[in-house]
């Protein structure tokens, strides 16, 4: 018994679903209007997404765009109860967000190729490395060779000197 109303209550439901949105797509496209700004631009069959305090979303064919309430003729600023002092604190706070958003993702910016020069200058330091420590014991030979080569010349002369009674000094 059980399973007879699950049986009758799965196409009801989807039933419902499609109903809703047919509604929903019908209701859109009756909101549709066409806007006119007061320098002349128009939007034909704009779909308002989104109403702010200094302007409205309208989605139209051609995409997203935001019309400010300032560009709107008087009768379309009162029906959508625009305020001038609602709307100017509010693009200020938009303003200040968006500065602090571009500051943050400037700091981010200058982290990251501060990480890549640090990163390059160890890669380098790598590389160079075995060179360096080649360079290092070249001259560690070098310097040896010729303090044995001093060592060598005084024990001779000293020899010499002994050898042949006169004073090396």
């Known amino acids: 018994m059980r399973t007879e109303k699950r049986d009758l209550r799965l196409p009801q439901e989807v039933n419902t679903k499609v109903l809703t949105f047919l509604i929903l797509l019908f209701v859109s496209a009756a909101f549709s209007e066409d806007f006119k700004t007061v320098n002349g631009k128009e939007f ?4 308002i997404t989104r109403v702010e305090p200094d302007g409205i979303v309208v989605k ?6 935001k019309v400010y309430f300032a560009e ?5 600023q009162e029906r959508f109860h625009y305020d001038p002092q609602k709307a100017s604190t509010y693009s200020a706070e938009q ?9 943050q993702q400037a700091e981010a910016q200058r982290q ?9 200058a160890i890669q380098s330091l ?5 060179a360096v420590r080649t360079r290092y014991a ?5 310097t040896a060779l010729r303090t044995a080569r001093k060592r060598a010349k005084t024990t001779l ?13």
């Open 112 to 120: 990251r190729e501060e990480a890549a020069a640090k990163n390059n």
């Open 44 to 47: 034909k069959d704009a779909t």
């Open 95 to 103: 303003a200040a967000n968006y500065a602090a958003y571009q500051n």
């Open 126 to 130: 790598r590389a160079r490395t075995p």
């Open 138 to 142: 070249v001259a560690v030979r070098t």
């Open 60 to 65: 139209t064919k051609s995409g997203m765009s």
């Open 72 to 76: 709107l003729p008087k009768e379309v």
């Open 157 to 169: 002369k000293r020899f010499w000197s002994l050898e042949t009674g006169q004073d090396s000094g």
